[in-house]
């Protein structure tokens, strides 16, 4: 598995050396995520990042403009950025999209679970 490049950015770095090791491979998906496109308004990187109206309200918050660049970000709200995202995203491998109940495996005829096929009465 390879290692992510470390991050350029100067308030990005400071505010991942702040944060506990366990934190720190989710705070470089992040940083990589958003500092891909620095160019990019951060409103419309944060819609891709956090789930519904998560990302105006942490814009909000911070008192910064959807159309702020995330090379304007303080070492302050990156890490105020991450623990919002970190709340709102679910850890990876703990259920999601395909999983039924009581991590069961999916319907194996075809249908989502407690769906049937129409019956054909008389074919």
Same mark, same amino acid.
């Given at each position: 598995m390879s290692r992510p490049a470390p991050i350029s950015h100067a308030p990005a770095a400071? !505010?991942?050396?702040?944060?506990?090791?366990?934190?720190?491979?989710?705070?470089?998906?992040? !940083?990589?995520?958003?500092? !891909?496109?620095?160019?990019?308004?951060?409103?419309?990187?944060? *819609?891709?990042?956090?789930? =519904?109206?998560? =990302?105006? *309200?942490?814009l909000h918050q911070e008192n910064l403009s959807p159309t702020t660049r995330p090379t304007a970000l303080t070492g302050a709200q990156w890490v105020s950025l991450f623990r919002c995202w970190s709340a709102a995203t679910p850890v990876p491998g703990a259920g999601g999209p395909g999983r039924g109940k009581k991590g069961s495996r999916p319907s194996t005829h075809g249908h989502a679970p407690g769906a049937a096929a129409i019956p054909r009465w008389g074919q």
């Open positions: 400071e !505010a991942r050396a702040t944060l506990p090791e366990a934190e720190s491979a989710a705070f470089d998906r992040l !940083a990589h995520a958003v500092l !891909a496109s620095p160019t990019a308004p951060l409103g419309a990187l944060l *819609r891709s990042q956090l789930p =519904g109206t998560a =990302g105006v *309200r942490w």
